[in-house]
């Protein structure tokens, strides 16, 4: 009888610890699910894409007839670059080169001469620069800063009875900065939203018949959106 009892308790026992074992798998698995750390996006690696935007670049000269109004206009080029990620943090460095259409321009009547036009463009720039980002919990956005040096052209010009006088001015220490988002909208596609300014010191030395001699300054303010492929 005795026996008997023994193997009854035993046998609840065991069926009361294999309910409470079987109750608590799904819950750790349910812990377990929980606690899954987020994949996040590999950013390391080069990259290269194509970019377009709007620039407006206003103009500091010296000429007695000076054109100080800004120059707007659309650009378009591309940019390679190389990324590395460690933690959060995404350090890069990036080259471009875009063609530009920025410029603006002025006409004056001026006696025994007729209309005399002066104006000034900005026919390409690039820049080389170094990046500075975090990457977001999902991995797919970093928001970035970025720090370097430009180069570029810049042409002053004048026309008058029919002839232009003009002069190509490069510069390649250009100072340049920004801040900028990218996000990784597909495997290997990401699409980046940035802003720069460029600040080129003082530029040019042509000297013009009645205009005078040019020496601008430029301070360039460029948006641009942008698609890179990651290799």
């Not at 046998?11 to 799904?26: F, N, R």
């Not at 349910?30 to 750390?37: G, L, T």
């Not at 001026?110 to 026919?123: A, C, E, F, S, Y």
Request: aromatic content about 12%; proline content about 3%.
């Amino acid at each position: 009888m005795n026996a008997t009892r023994i193997c009854v308790a035993g046998a609840a026992l065991l069926s009361l610890t294999l309910t409470a074992q079987a109750l608590e798998v799904p819950k750790r698995a349910r812990h377990a699910r929980a606690e899954a750390p987020v994949p996040t996006q590999e950013w390391t690696g080069f990259y290269a894409g194509v970019n377009f935007g709007y620039g407006i670049a206003g103009i500091s000269d010296s000429a007695p007839l000076a054109v100080n109004t800004a120059m707007y206009g659309v650009f378009g080029g591309g940019q390679i670059g190389y990324n590395y990620q460690t933690g959060r943090m995404v350090l890069g460095i990036e080259t471009d080169i875009q063609a530009s259409n920025q410029s603006n321009s002025a006409t004056w009547t001026v006696p025994g001469v007729g209309d005399l036009t002066v104006g000034h463009k900005i026919p390409y720039f690039g820049t080389i620069r170094g990046r500075l980002g975090y990457a977001f919990t999902c991995g797919c956005v970093m928001a970035y800063g970025t720090l370097g040096l430009a180069y570029g052209a810049y042409e002053p010009y004048a026309t008058a009875l029919g002839v232009t006088v003009s002069q190509t001015y490069t510069n390649s220490s250009t100072f340049v900065g920004g801040v900028g988002v990218e996000w990784m909208v597909a495997q290997q596609w990401s699409v980046k939203l940035e802003g720069l300014y460029f600040d080129t010191g003082n530029v040019g030395g042509l000297t013009l018949p009645v205009v005078g001699t040019i020496h601008a300054r430029l301070r360039d303010a460029v948006m641009r959106l942008g698609v890179n492929y990651h290799f």
